[in-house]
């Protein structure tokens, strides 16, 4: 895939990138090393001093960058707006919070015959993150802020049709005052992305995209011993019970779905309603998808803009098409409209059947499959059958049927009457075919340090 800018809503080329060649990608690679050197011989007050003025230019920049993140992969511009808002915050939250995440440790000395004994936490090196492109900003910004205070260097391959948001990232913490080579942004393919992770000088990887992206980092870093945090994507269920808020419940169903055009991993996918109150969900849940406005990501007041690539509303399509004709039924959208660009309107599909490729894929945009359940368990047994656990969503108003759903559902996260999201302070992630490891929160910033034990003998 070309290294390139091409505007999703008119289908334009507004700018392409050469890859770096490889004498300078060595080049970038040996300044990791020595950016290593001088983040770890940083204090905590030093580092955080940095990522907080990181915060403060993310603010100063918000409109440019926003308007890039739109241009690039068609996010509406308010909801960009959102994402760099939650950077800064998030830069902010662990320059407060680093040095007591990664405080020393004590053990007790007597019980290990020492004087002194501690676990210490302790930066790995260069890491190399690989992202996606439907939170171009934030998806690196989750690994950039922790990994930096930590000690460890960045270095990006962002998604190859945002290059121009990743530019941004290297720019923003070179500004901030960040040592040279902390954190590069590298213009490479994919294809040489073995190249780098293969390098004795990068010391771990994390990956936000596609399980078969996924299974490539984590082969190669098996290959090589070195530590991986992989978060693969979800089919997420939104299970409604009959004591649920209703209205509020389709609410935030709808939110959930077309939040950034239908393309975010932890969108609610599969929504499971109880039989005794389908029709009542049903009818308010097509409502709210058909009443969304889908027109230019720039504008005030669109809710839903174009997908960000061609393929991808092509892959939308196909799924759909493929349901129709098993038997499903569309109860609103499932027609891509004849206009420039890469437009998918918001979809709910019905009476699915595991024939189907939506009963078992995820679908990467604004389109949701609704189930009818008959009871509690039927629900947990269809939210659970899935190769995928990022997130999940439960609606009751019952505070047991509350706890059974966070006990039953197998998921990274499990959301009570609200929706699935990520917060600096609660650890990311996911199981099964959604990857493993965590980001964000103190287990977080910890993935990618080494947790020494010191033992100190002596009177």
């Not at 020595?34 to 955080?48: I, K, N, T």
Request: proline residues 7%; contains cysteine.
């Amino acid at each position: 895939m070309a290294i390139a800018t091409t505007n999703p809503a008119t289908g334009e080329l507004l700018k392409a990138f050469d890859p770096l060649p490889e004498p300078e990608l060595a080049d970038r690679l040996a300044q990791a090393q020595a950016g290593f050197e001088a983040l770890r011989g940083a204090s905590f007050g030093q580092r955080a001093g940095w990522l907080r003025a990181a915060a403060d230019r993310l603010d100063a920049d918000a409109d440019r960058v926003a308007s890039t993140m739109t241009t690039e992969m068609g996010k509406t511009l308010a909801a960009a707006r959102g994402e760099v808002a939650k950077c800064a915050r998030a830069c902010r939250f662990f320059a407060e919070h680093a040095e007591r995440f990664l405080a020393d440790e004590p053990a007790d000395p007597a019980e290990v015959g020492a004087s002194r004994a501690y676990a210490r936490y302790e930066p790995l090196g260069p890491v190399l993150a690989v992202m996606p492109w439907n939170f171009p900003l934030w998806q690196a910004m989750r690994f950039a802020a922790p990994a930096l205070m930590a000690g460890n260097p960045g270095l990006l391959k962002h998604a190859s049709n945002v290059p121009q948001t990743a530019l941004f990232m290297e720019e923003l913490f070179a500004r901030a005052g960040f040592p040279p080579g902390a954190f590069q942004t590298l213009l490479i393919g994919s294809d040489q992305v073995e190249r780098v992770l293969s390098d004795p000088r990068v010391r771990a990887a994390t990956l936000t995209g596609s399980e078969a992206a996924g299974r490539a980092v984590a082969a190669i870093a098996g290959r090589e011993l070195k530590k991986t945090v992989l978060e693969l994507g979800g089919s997420d269920p939104f299970v409604v019970m009959p004591s649920a808020d209703l209205a509020a419940a389709a609410a935030v169903a709808t939110t959930s779905r077309c939040q950034n055009n239908g393309q975010s991993c932890i969108s609610a996918k599969r929504f499971l309603v109880h039989t005794d109150v389908y029709d009542t969900f049903a009818e308010a849940f097509v409502a709210n998808m058909s009443a969304l406005v889908v027109g230019d990501p720039m504008a005030e007041g669109t809710d839903v803009g174009p997908l960000a690539t061609e393929s991808g509303r092509a892959e939308v399509d196909e799924q759909v098409r493929d349901a129709v004709a098993h038997g499903a039924r569309v109860r609103c959208g499932g027609q891509p409209p004849d206009r420039p660009g890469w437009w998918y309107p918001p979809t709910v599909v019905t009476d699915l059947t595991p024939q189907m490729r939506m009963w078992s894929e995820e679908v990467f945009g604004p389109v949701a499959g609704l189930y009818r359940v008959s009871s509690y368990q039927e629900a947990v047994e269809l939210a659970n059958a899935t190769d995928f656990g990022l997130g999940a969503n439960a609606w009751t108003r019952d505070p047991a049927e509350q706890e059974r759903f966070v006990a039953d559902l197998a998921a990274g996260a499990v959301f009570v009457n609200g929706m699935v999201t990520s917060y600096p302070s609660l650890p990311f992630g996911g199981i099964k075919h959604s990857g493993y490891g965590r980001e964000l929160s103190a287990h977080g910033i910890r993935e990618f340090c080494n947790l020494k034990t010191v033992w100190v003998g002596g009177s």
